[in-house]
């Protein structure tokens, strides 16, 4: 299973690096190996950027290796450096350790943990790096790296070679503590495999070489590319900001939506990066595409394994419901709990109070929210009943009537007036308590 897996992780191009590349193949085709790969708490939910790694111990598990996945309490509060083009704000000890039970939560969201020889494992390195005192750390961690190659190092060279920025002693030892992780886990648990995103080469190898010389062990490192988009934008980022894998910070709506907007440049690499599907049907899409004019059929599936892989099958289906029904404005299938998604992130949303509204006029009502920029746009909309409050159209005679339209008994669940102007313009209103 191993020389398969292998195979499939080059088909997919999820293979960038690797410290003794013949060696590593067949110490895995040996036996269960346990591997491990490092997420640190720098906010309260992962981003999809994780999503590569964290696929990749599931590839392993299931080829049967044992994956640890170890969420940095320690390394979280001094920052990684890595090419990165500032120095990160420390966060608090406590702000740091509720980040870390909530990436715990994550990661064991994609790992099996049961009573296999493979079963999984969630660790936190403040368990090990908090018991050290600082005599004892650079005695035995500090005396085996060379300042001289760590700031050759690129990631620590770029801080160094920018103007005005540089680097603090507290992000340039991040290296040792990222490397006494893979010497610790190697000794404890006979982990002998570090995964990681390609800007964690130097720290992978620092690992690598800090367990021979602290333990006598031979272990491996092996790195995964950097996504990138082809348009050179940054992927995992959009105009509403970072896509997370938290639903109550980007909801499964926005989430499917994000994947259903992938540029067709992107969509085939990010089916074999984020998806499981065998390499031979994702070629088959592509090649079916290749001859298809105007919108692919990558997209729905890329978008539809992603969801339901992250936040299930459930939220999959409730994430299409309200991708049709604000396609077709039937909302009479949609729940409360999808139309809460809608106001997190799928919509302009705006609270609304009911105290007033007889003397507010919709051109106002919708002009304040900032749905349209001037009330002619709405009075044209009322003329043609083009304005549609929870799927009721409105004419001009109701322009006047705030308080009726938006009556607290028309409110959909008994909070939400969903208004619909024109073809493309939605607002959702949520009566405010």
Known sequence: MTAALIEDL???????????????????????????????????????????????????????????????????????????????????????????EK????????????????AADVVNNLDWVGNLNVLDFLRDVGKHFSVNNMIQKESVKQRIDREGAGISFTEFTYML????????????DACTLQIGGSDQWGNIVGGVDLARRMYGKQVFGLTLPLVTKSDGTKFGKTESGTIWLDPTKTSPYAFYQFWMNTADADVYKFLRYFTFLPIEKIEEIEATDSEIQGRKTAQPVLAEEVTRLVHGD?????AKRITQALFS???????EAELEQIKLDGLPSSDLSLEG?????????????????????????????????????????D????????????????????????KKKYHLFEIQK
């Not at 940095?72 to 740091?96: C, H, M, Q, W, Y």
């Not at 459930?314 to 409730?318: G, H, I, K, T, V």
Request: include cysteine; aromatic fraction near 8%.
């Open 10 to 100: 080059k088909a997919r191009g999820l293979l960038n690096q690797a410290t003794a590349d013949e060696e590593l193949v067949e110490h895995l085709q040996q036996g269960c190996r346990t591997l491990y790969c490092g997420f640190d708490p720098t906010a309260d939910s992962l981003h999809i950027g994780s999503l590569v790694p964290l696929l990749t111990l599931k590839r392993f598990q299931q080829a049967g290796h044992k994956p640890i996945a170890l969420v940095g309490g320690a390394t979280g509060l001094i920052g990684d450096p890595s090419f990165k083009a500032a120095e990160r704000k420390l966060n608090g000890p406590e702000v740091v350790a509720g980040w870390v």
């Open 103 to 118: 990436l715990k939560q994550q990661v064991s969201a994609f790992i099996e943990f049961n009573d296999a020889e493979n």
């Open 177 to 188: 503590l990222q490397s006494y992780d893979f010497a610790e886990l190697a000794n404890r």
């Open 314 to 318: 459930d939220a999959l289906e409730s």
């Open 329 to 335: 404005g039937d909302l009479a299938d949609l729940s």
């Open 357 to 397: 509204l007889a003397d507010i006029p919709m051109t106002s009502l919708f002009a304040d929210c900032g749905m349209v920029k001037a009330g002619r746009e709405v009075k044209d909309a009322l003329g043609r009943n083009a304005v549609l409050v929870n799927n009721e159209a409105k004419s001009m005679e």
């Open 399 to 422: 322009n006047m009537k705030c308080d009726e339209v938006f009556a607290a008994s028309k409110a959909l669940f008994g909070r939400f007036f969903l208004v619909k102007l024109g």
